[in-house]
């Protein structure tokens, strides 16, 4: 494989499980507004997308303040535990001893990641981090361009890895390596159409592919 300097992480279903969480908390949203709920798999086809996007895209447009802020309510109350996937620390800390530039792009809200890291103690892993309140949400290439021109890398030294079609086409925009992660929220055919220089179903498959 070719040689990346610096890799650039998705968090949610990239790092750490959430996905139980998010559909459990925008269900319970849908209870308490009276709308129907939506399918699990009706919501997974909107993950990767910011939360205001997501509630847009579900629910009628004309509650979004309150539904923004009563999702965040559950979010944040059921919030208590970050649980990363097996193996994320040990290749994290592998690779940034390997000499590898770590960073994150996601689109949760820049308080949610820093308490987040906070909480898994692992935010000196990374170089830098990018959120919405940093620059345009993903699929738009901004976060992506800003951490490269702020790590002082180019984006032929960069590799995004993602578990979305969101990551993906997130990546393309930016002209930049896509790896697609099939242990998140999309599936591998759905990653496939933005083609992604490979594909793993275990992040521990990262020291391998990475060497």
């Known amino acids: 494989m070719k040689k ?17 969480l998010l559909i459990e908390s925008l269900q319970k949203t849908a209870v308490y507004f009276n709308y129907p709920i939506p399918e699990i798999t009706t919501i ?15 629910f009628p447009k004309e509650d979004q303040p309150e539904l923004i802020a009563k999702f965040h309510n559950y979010f944040s109350k059921e919030n208590i535990a970050i649980n990363l996937f097996p193996g994320a620390i040990e290749i994290l800390n592998y690779l940034k001893q390997s000499g590898f530039i770590l960073a994150i792009a996601t689109n949760a809200t820049r308080i ?3 308490a987040s890291l906070d909480m898994a103690r692992i935010k000196n892993l990374f170089a830098a981090t990018c959120c919405p309140e940093d620059a345009a949400p993903k699929p738009a290439p901004e976060m ?5 021109e702020k790590l002082a890398f180019m984006p032929q030294d960069t590799l995004m890895i993602g578990d979305t079609t969101v990551d993906m086409q997130f990546a393309n925009n930016a002209e930049v390596d896509a790896l697609a992660v099939c242990y998140g929220n999309h ?19 990262l020291k391998n592919i990475l060497q």
């Open 4 to 20: 990346y300097s610096l890799l650039v992480f998705d968090w949610d279903g990239t790092l750490v499980d959430s996905k139980g």
């Open 44 to 58: 997974r086809k909107h993950f990767g997308l910011t939360i205001e996007e997501m509630l847009k895209n579900l």
């Open 112 to 114: 949610k990641l820093d």
């Open 144 to 148: 992506l361009l800003t951490l490269i």
């Open 187 to 205: 599936r591998k055919d759905q990653l496939a159409a933005f083609n992604p220089i490979d594909f793993i179903g275990d992040i521990r498959e």
